[in-house]
């Protein structure tokens, strides 16, 4: 039975673009994608409201004070890692998988029960904060991340789960035997247990993910066995590449080449790949990313926890680079994608302020000297907003190539955000003292929205849905 909600809606389908679209009527199918998507007063709209009318089938109405919007894409997210969120952030990276990361992941492996209760609780939280797919990072043991797949898809949120691949460890205890092991539990399961998992419960919300951890616990054997099954059975690849000074210098004293190098001659970097990071990345590096296609997932926050340099965003999306954010909890400490995108503007904000100091301090011409706003270093809310809905469906690609945007074909994956209560009050934390008590709140303004990215929070997210199925509010 297909769905009707008529209301106010907003994306962002291309960078620097954003839609505000009021009194629309959004048909879904019955197949849980966008059948239609027009104004509420065009023929084919009304249309559509009188056969919902014969048929007996409700038109929703998104409240007054109210609008949708596509849920957030989380390109780079540790799972195994979310039962230690907003602790040990206090080493360098290699450190500090050595301190915490390794321990937690090994406890996951040997304690099914406790893992179930990390990924349940894990599931509801991105629901809460309004996250609709997600790639993840999980542990070694396959069992475990079935364990993962099984969550995800019981609270109905598109994931692809990612078996750890490492042969190499300074864990003894938390490693694999071989690279040929390695490669034969990956395959296992990516073939086997995710279609297993979609044949018994008949959704496709659950896809694997080839997950060489990164350069300094795989082989070169294992990486381009893993390149060998990707190309073979086209499954999506994932890692973390040039992302800390420890971790780059590691690589190359021990491989004697940069891991860009290593990734390219695995046959790893293509339009299957989402690497994580790239903050060491020159724009030479940045090009050989383009033209293979490879994504990057974009996270701010532990950047800041874990790299001596900041990721260039603005010149790698002018260059046409494919990306999208990542919360990478729990070298990020925030499961909110909202945090992600303010991050992703401040650290913006603060490379435009360095550029602006180093122009005037070198040029010669006086104070009042005009400054080049195309050279801006910084991005917008707008910007972001794009990266964290449509330009994630976009980096990560495949079957979710569409997501991210409200257009007739793409999935219904999309969040109602409450700005206005029905005692006409901003709610959570939202305060408008414009607005007039004779103006109908449905007339939501630009700036409205700009205030609920800037300090909005879960009390402004009512529901959630994931290919036009509600999995959060009432």
């Not at 490492?166 to 205890?173: L, Y």
């Not at 893993?226 to 999506?236: E, G, I, N, R």
């Not at 004779?438 to 303004?445: H, K, M, Q, R, T």
Request: aromatic share 8%.
């Amino acid at each position: 039975m297909p769905s009707y909600i008529s209301g106010t809606f907003v994306d962002t389908p291309a960078l620097g673009e954003l839609n505000f679209y009021q009194d629309c009527l959004l048909v879904v199918d019955e197949a849980g994608n966008i059948a239609h998507f027009e104004p509420s007063s065009s023929p084919a709209s009304v249309a559509q409201i009188a056969l919902a009318s014969q048929t007996g089938d409700p038109v929703s109405q998104i409240p007054e004070g109210s609008f949708l919007l596509p849920t957030f894409c989380d390109l780079h997210l540790h799972a195994p890692q979310f039962l230690y969120q907003g602790n040990g952030l206090d080493l360098p990276l290699l450190e500090w998988l050595d301190k915490y990361t390794y321990k937690a992941e090994e406890r996951l492996d040997s304690d099914p029960v406790l893992a179930k209760r990390v990924y349940d609780r894990l599931a509801r939280r991105l629901l809460e904060n309004g996250t609709g797919a997600v790639s993840f990072f999980g542990t070694i043991k396959a069992q475990t991340n079935e364990i993962l797949a099984r969550s995800m898809l019981d609270a109905g949120i598109r994931a692809r789960v990612g078996k750890l691949s490492m042969d190499i460890s300074s864990r003894p205890t938390y490693v694999e035997a071989s690279a040929e092991a390695s490669l034969e539990a990956a395959r296992g399961f990516a073939l086997d247990s995710c279609a297993l998992l979609a044949q018994q419960t008949g959704k496709s919300l659950i896809e694997p993910v080839l997950t060489p951890r990164f350069v300094p616990t795989c082989s070169d054997e294992l990486l381009s066995g893993l390149a060998d099954m990707s190309s073979k059975h086209s499954l999506h690849v994932q890692s973390h590449l040039a992302e800390a000074y420890d971790q780059v210098k590691w690589v190359e004293d021990t491989r004697g080449k940069d891991d860009i190098d290593v990734f390219d001659q695995a046959r790893l970097l293509n339009p299957r790949t989402v690497q994580a990071h790239c903050t060491y990345l020159t724009p030479p590096d940045l090009q050989r990313i383009v033209d293979s296609g490879t994504s990057i997932a974009h996270c701010p926050l532990s950047n800041i926890y874990f790299s001596s340099e900041p990721f260039p965003l603005r010149e790698a999306l002018k260059m046409g680079v494919k990306i999208g954010l990542g919360t990478d909890v729990a070298g990020g400490y925030s499961l909110d994608m909202m945090n992600a995108m303010r991050n992703a503007v401040t650290v913006s904000r603060m490379r435009e302020n360095r550029r602006l100091t180093e122009v005037r301090a070198s040029s010669s011409s006086s104070t009042n000297e005009v400054v080049d706003e195309q050279a801006s270093l910084a991005i917008t809310w707008t910007d972001s907003l794009y990266l964290a809905t449509r330009g994630g469906g976009i980096a990560l690609g495949g079957s979710w190539k569409d997501l991210g945007h409200f257009k007739v074909g793409a999935p219904f994956d999309a969040q109602q955000i409450k700005l206005v209560g029905e005692d006409r009050e901003g709610v959570g934390a939202l305060d408008f003292f414009d607005l007039a008590s004779d103006i109908s709140p449905a007339g939501l303004s630009l700036e409205m929205v700009e205030k609920w990215w800037c300090i909005g929070d879960n009390r402004n997210r009512m529901r959630v849905w994931i290919q036009g199925v509600q999995c959060f509010g009432v």
